[in-house]
């Protein structure tokens, strides 16, 4: 080992996450080293996020089109899956990460490409690709932003079977035949309808009772509904026992508890996420390796001052858009402190991912989408909260019609029966992916049923179905 | 005259203003009577907010496929202009209204079709188009809910012209070859978008600098791109001075200032409302006929306390979820007042159209869409306080480029420095129309700056421009 090179903060992964502790500590003056050991950009840039909604946005745009006079006839056909994987490949900077290097290098954050590991208190060791060895020494924090990978269980024959995860699941450049998927989440309802609809025939397999089994049960009903009429297959209550594949390139089977096998030409695993924290050194800090990493409302480990963990391997929330809110506050957090600043860890104070908790917000971007912010009913029961669900069905408003013809969908609000105000809501239907900001700014504003009667939806939007749910609240 | 008959509420037009004060004073237990001398639903239904947004929504759809991978070529053909004129008159009920007198009749409210005036205090005399006469008296309120209509200037030539009003533009079912639109308002802009779609080659003649001159400049700019894009022709700083049409059937033809002479196939004179009040007897009650109506925060006029206006005739905001909100209010502030009960109309109290003033939202379906709240820059200016305007490019967010290829949009906050709330904002982009009502609820909710920060928008949507702003805010 050579001598350290000394920072004021390092982080461990340069992921969305990882990125915004640069970005924030950078703004605030202190030297900031980021390590990646793939991609800096992270798997939100390559294999889950913006690859995904690439592919998934022609399929929404078509069936949307679909749903317009003087316009269903010309967008009958399958969509061209050429044009679809070409869009997809720009978007994903044909999986190099110059852009995001330049970024980095742009805002003074010095990049180690390689392996990290912590090495005792403040301190990370550097294996690069090359062999070379490098430790960092961090004044103020270390940060862990290195995130998840897929989890595949040990089925028997899963070894020789090759599944798609999320990562072949959204970098594919061939469309399979029949695709069969493995899980409910997400991940599963994403990948089945944009490869559905990019020509092949989806099965899903699902071991609960629905899809989407996090969101209100009518996220995952209607969706299923969908997926269904356009063609896929959605068992629900179904186990996996094994998986069979001869040979490299023929056709997969899985056979289910109870015995029936059912083939397909590829095999997507969706089937949940793993910390990547086997390998990063936790051992030498007395943390377990593999474990995720709990950490408090501003993201500190606890016991530890100096390490912090955000985005998904804190598991607070695993979602992008979480993991750069955290990752803002952490970056606030330790700037301060650096500062001698005392942090305002406070509910809804400057460094607390109080979100994280009351207002965590979900866009699922399959044919309808589904958007979700807050509590589910289930879970503002659940936590004691005196509550009432109020439900409107979105087709029943005339901006919705409009919108598309025979537009399916459903809201609700999940209202606090003693403070009058809202905790969560959920929206179903096309275009739902941009009706929950309102919802979340609602939420986090706190703001009461009485005032909110005078936020007016303008008309004829789908926003209407505000005015809806307030007019079925009031009753 | 025969004796009256008795209500405690009496509403002169049952367009969507009316027909909320009905829901609302027949649901507080009052007796209710509507007036209607044309169609019960009013123009919104049969000729504006509805017909407009069925004619524009599949040009917008088409826009939208436009701009995915996959689809574009499909999509390159004209729209089909007899299924979106199908889709238009089933969405006005072929101009006719029995379902919402079917709607009247189940909340129980006494539908009168026939010509009201005002007959002195508290009284309305009803001339039915059979001419049969009736006085209703109202114990509680009259409330004038008669809108406006489309004002054309008395300019040499118009009248043998035949002009479009709104009316004709949004029910009309032949393509004009060429349509000339005198005006740069929401009316202008938003026909101009549908007939150009439609078929039609469309030159816009906006007097002033700009299309949509009451948003912030960018708006009427975007949309006057695109416009132009689509092969339509925009210009601005032009008088028409004259217009000229011989025969019935043959072309028509403007003068402008100048001498210039621009031929079309039809013309749509765009040029701003007046209030229907001249004939319905506001001179017996002290008021000049022909007058906006002016009223309170309450929707009551002055002197009068027993006489409300609503919706686009008290000139307060000529928008109909606005007429439905400031219905609700009224509606809710009379059935205090019969109960007994004093009215909460102070600042955004449940009986104060305090959004009329401070928060105003407005959607218009262009291709781009604008949609905005409450003040724009140069308003907030003039109302003296100190303000920030933070802009973003709405193409550089990512869910937006995912979202549509070549996104061109722009979005401002604008925000009050001392009290750190959003004072108003405006998006300008495909999708634009639903990203308002979280500034809505913002700005009605007054919630701080620093709060906002925690309203997360999920990754990637077009939403995502909110982090944007927030980030150039801070700077």
Redesign the interface.
Known sequence: MTEAVEYDVVVLGGGPAGENIADRTRAAGLRTAVVESELVGGE?SYWA??PS??LL??AL??S??R?????A???Q?P???E??F??RDE?TGHWKDDGQIGWLDSIGAHVYRGHGRLYGIRKVAVTSPEGEHHVLSARHAVVVATGTRAVVPDLPGIAGARPWTSREATSASRVPERLLIVGGSVVAAEVATAWQALGSSVTVLVRGSRLLPRMEPFAGELVAEALTAAGAVVRTGVAVEAVVRDGSTGPVAVVLEGGETLEGDELLMATGRAPRTDDIGLDTVGLTPGDWIGVDDGCRVPGHDWLYAVGDVNHRAL????G??QA?IAGAAIAARAAGTEPDTGR?G?HAA??DTE?????VFTDPEA?AVGLTLDEAERAGHRVRAVDYDLGKV??A???A?GYRGRARMVVDLDREVILGATFVGP?A??????A???V??E?PI???????????????V??RLLETYRG
């Not at 749903?67 to 316009?71: D, E, M, T």
């Not at 207002?359 to 866009?363: S, T």
């Not at 992916?433 to 309102?438: C, G, K, N, P, T």
């Open positions: 939100c996020c913006i909604k690439a946005r022609p745009a078509r949307e089109a749903r317009v006079p003087g316009l006839d010309a967008v056909g969509l061209d899956a044009a679809v070409a869009h978007w979602l992008t858009h979480q750069k809110y803002r809804w400057a109080t979100a207002a965590l917000p979900q866009a958007a005339s901006g019609g409009l919108y013809e275009g992916a941009e009706l929950v900001h309102a979340t700014v609602a986090v504003g703001v009485a005032r909110l009667w005078h936020a007016v939806p303008a008309f004829p939007t789908v926003s209407e505000w005015l």
